[in-house]
């Protein structure tokens, strides 16, 4: 069936707003459930014909399910039990930091289970982003005070590591997490700003941007002795 632009623009519309039916539509696609019980008050519906079994007629026409068909993304606190799995997800993100698979100017840290045991004793904390009960991605957080000068001179939570699988990149899977890390943060109200340190030759100061974060002051590092110079942002986001 031949489709003229008016009718296109119509059925793209009728999505517009529906971010939560969007999302609950893909979870029950990936669930196998019978997704169209979510297709309830939908124009059009009556020019496809229903099947036996379904609620609504199966009409995806026009939504965008790029950013949707995938499983939702939840986030629970780690344990120590977690560490090797962290210390896993921080070195393939580490490794995969440019396009060319474990290539990098800069040296590429070996974190082990043992290193992240480390850090949870000296209080940083990782929460665990989870897809239908597998671990795609890490969070680390720590309170800090080092740029208070940047946060109306108060402590912050420093968003220190933010690492997802290779394969869920692309995805807007690390966007769901950084969402979910700041609701949580939010939610515990002991700071109001976040702070995060990237690494400005990585080109991800305009991704960290796009979600609120604003770029306060650049630093000259080296490190260690022998590595490239190379440039560090400092950006910040108010949650409170």
């Known amino acids: 069936m031949l489709l003229d632009k008016k009718k296109i623009e119509a059925l793209q519309r009728r999505w517009e707003g529906q971010e939560e039916r969007l999302q609950k539509i893909a979870d029950a696609i990936i669930k196998g459930e019978d997704w169209t019980a979510f297709l309830d008050g939908m124009p059009y519906l009556d020019e496809v014909q229903k099947l036996d079994g379904d609620c609504r007629p199966r ?91 940047l946060g109306e001179d108060k402590p912050y939570y420093e968003l220190s590591n933010l690492s997802v699988l290779p394969a869920y990149r692309h995805l807007g899977v690390a966007r769901s997490v950084l969402r979910e890390f700041e609701k949580f943060a939010r939610g515990e109200g002991k700071h109001s700003y976040i702070l995060l340190r990237t690494v400005l030759e990585h080109g991800l100061v305009n991704y960290w941007e796009r979600g609120g974060y604003a770029l306060r002051e ?18 910040t986001k108010k949650i409170l």
């Open 59 to 149: 009409d995806l026409r026009g939504a965008n399910l790029r950013r949707y068909l995938m499983p939702t993304t939840t986030m629970e606190p780690a344990t120590i039990s977690d560490t090797a799995n962290i210390a896993y997800i921080m070195r393939e993100s580490n490794r995969n930091n440019t396009p060319l698979r474990g290539i990098s100017p800069f040296p590429l840290p070996m974190i082990n289970a043992d290193d992240i045991g480390l850090m949870m004793e000296k209080g940083s904390r990782f929460f665990m982003a989870l897809q239908m009960g597998k671990v795609i991605g890490i969070v680390q957080m720590d309170s800090a005070s080092e740029f208070k000068h």
């Open 218 to 235: 650049v630093y000259q590092r080296q490190h260690p002795k022998g590595a490239p110079a190379y440039m560090e942002a400092v950006m």
